[in-house]
C-alpha cells in the first residue's frame, strides 16, 4: 500500500501568502521528511522530523508530526515565486530501511 | 564540488537495447539508492546498497541489475529496454543507523531522463 500521501495534489497562491501541504501516511516510522523538487531537478531534502517530536522550524518552514493521526504538514510562511516546486514527504519506516515517498504537492505561488 | 552526479543526463535509445547508468557520491554515505519517477512525478524506490550490499530489492524486473563495485558507486544496468522503461531515474545516498534500521536525509542526484522509442 503507498504511504505518505499529499494533499492537496496541487496548490496555486500569491507571493506572500501561506502554503499548507498535508501528508498521511499508514506504518509506524523512525522519522518523516519533506524534500523539494524544481522542475527537471533532483530532490532536495528540506526537514527531518523524528517520530517523538512534533514540530520542528526551518527558517519560513515549520513541519508538525502527528503520530497519533499518522499525519504532517508543512507549512511554508511568506510564499515566493522562488518557492514554486512539488514538494514530497517521505517515510522511513520502522525496523527498515526503506523510505517511501508520496505523490508530492505540486505549488504555483504567483508574483 | 557535485555530492551525487549521474551520468548520462540524458538518455535515448531504441527499444531492445542494453544501457547503463552510473551514479558517485563523493559524501561518504554508506547507503546508495535507485529510484525511477514517472511521468505522473510518483517516486518508487528500486534497490538499495549498503557498503556494497543489496538491502532493498523491489519488485522490479530482472532486467534491471544494480552494480556496487565500492560504496561510493552504485550503477544500474537495464537489458532489453522497453517503452514503459521510459522515465527519469534518480541516483540518491544517505547515510543509514544500522541500530535502528532506519534511514535519515537523502541526497539526490540530478536524474537520468531515458526514453526509449
Known amino acids: 500500500s503507498q504511504q505518505g500521501e499529499e494533499d492537496p495534489q496541487a496548490l496555486s497562491i500569491q507571493e506572500g501568502e501561506n502554503a499548507t501541504m498535508n501528508c498521511s501516511y499508514k506504518t509506524s516510522i523512525n522519522n518523516l521528511q519533506w524534500y523539494r523538487q524544481n522542475s527537471g531537478r533532483g530532490l532536495v531534502h528540506l526537514i527531518l522530523?523524528?517520530?517523538?517530536?512534533r514540530e520542528k522550524h526551518s527558517g519560513r518552514l515549520r513541519v508538525t508530526l502527528d503520530t497519533s493521526k499518522k499525519s504532517s504538514s508543512l507549512l511554508i510562511t511568506a510564499s515566493r515565486a522562488a518557492d514554486t516546486a512539488s514538494y514530497f514527504c517521505a517515510t522511513s519506516e520502522t525496523g527498515g530501511f526503506k523510505t517511501i515517498f508520496g505523490a508530492g504537492t505540486r505549488l504555483f505561488v504567483k508574483a | 564540488d557535485t555530492a551525487v552526479s549521474q551520468t548520462p543526463k540524458y538518455l535515448v535509445t531504441q527499444m531492445g537495447n542494453d544501457k547503463s547508468i552510473k551514479c558517485e557520491q563523493n559524501?561518504?554515505?554508506?547507503?546508495m539508492y535507485w529510484y525511477k519517477q514517472d511521468s505522473k512525478k510518483f517516486l518508487k524506490i528500486m534497490f538499495s546498497y549498503n557498503n556494497k550490499e543489496l538491502i532493498i530489492n523491489e519488485t522490479v524486473p530482472n532486467r534491471f541489475s544494480p552494480k556496487s563495485p565500492d560504496k561510493a558507486h552504485l550503477n544500474l544496468h537495464i537489458n532489453s529496454l522497453e517503452l514503459g522503461d521510459s522515465a527519469v531515474y534518480f541516483c540518491a545516498s544517505s547515510q543509514s543507523r544500522m541500530r535502528t534500521r532506519s534511514t535519515d536525509t537523502q541526497y539526490f542526484g540530478p536524474g537520468t531522463r531515458l526514453t526509449v522509442l
Open positions: 522530523i523524528r517520530s517523538n517530536e
Open positions: 559524501l561518504g554515505h554508506d547507503t
